[in-house]
């Protein structure tokens, strides 16, 4: 399985003289193994998927987590979507009152963007999803509804090879006081249960997040004791916060280490990286 982070700020791209060293393109994610390609999530940072070579298959599944727009802001410009040879799936979830194809709809449309759905000429293929299991090439998805604003989930990818988690964007269920530790009611804790990676969201520092908590993101602490309770043997921080620049991630990611003793590794995640697992 081979992992390729395109994109992995939160909310906005950021693009400035104090980003060059994690990115500012927002959440975009290549899974690769066998000839099957997965892009988790449509955020700017497709824009250097279009650059990867495992475009060139024929086929192309676009996992989406949920419809905020730094996450399909991208989709629009996804070469695949207007290349005839190409078949492209799309999944994610609807709502109560639109399926996913209105719910797209409303971004393949004027003011948003001058392009309907209509005017892709690749073979397109809508799957709505929820709590759901299904198989594309050799990986086994698992989609679950998480904690975040409207119908978000993560993805569990399992394969021959091992188990990659995805929840860019959560806000895992919170105690009286802090993080619940019974994983029965810990949102996401089955996507994430002894993964060999987790690619989890982790956009404030603790005295951030006192401020902003329902807005569906994480303290980076409560990201870690998140993975600890999982079990997970790996965990890799994201969807970065705009204000946040290259100095300010290596300060929190050092006062992470120095205030931490988990057993598991962790890091930050950077744009360009590549993992295989």
Known sequence: MNITLWGVRGSIP???????????????????????????????????????????????????THLHIDHIQGLGFFKPLFDPSKEVHIWG?????????????????PPLFPVYFRN???????????????????????????????????????????????????EPALGNSALHKDLKWLSGSDLALEADILLHDAQYTR????????WGHTAMDDALLFAALTNVKRMILM???PMHTDAHLDEMYKRLKENSDYEFPFQMAVEGSKIAL
């Open 93 to 109: 979830p609807a709502t109560s009152t639109q399926n996913l194809r209105a719910r797209l709809g409303r971004y393949f449309s």
């Open 207 to 214: 005295e951030e997040y006192d401020a902003k908590v329902g």
């Open 120 to 170: 892709l000429t690749c073979k397109l293929f809508i799957h709505e999803i929820e709590n759901s299991n299904f198989t594309i090439g050799p990986f086994s998805v698992h989609s679950q509804y998480i904690i975040h604003p409207g119908p978000t989930v993560g993805y569990r990818i399992q394969s021959p090879r091992g188990v990659f988690t995805y929840i860019p964007d959560h």
């Open 239 to 241: 969807h970065h916060d």
């Open 14 to 64: 950021t693009f400035n003289p104090g980003t060059i060293t994690y990115g500012g393109h927002t959440s975009c994610i290549e899974v690769e193994e066998d000839g099957t390609v997965l892009v988790l999530d449509a955020g700017s940072g497709i824009q250097n998927l279009n650059q990867s070579p495992n475009l060139e298959r024929s086929r192309i599944d676009v996992l989406l």
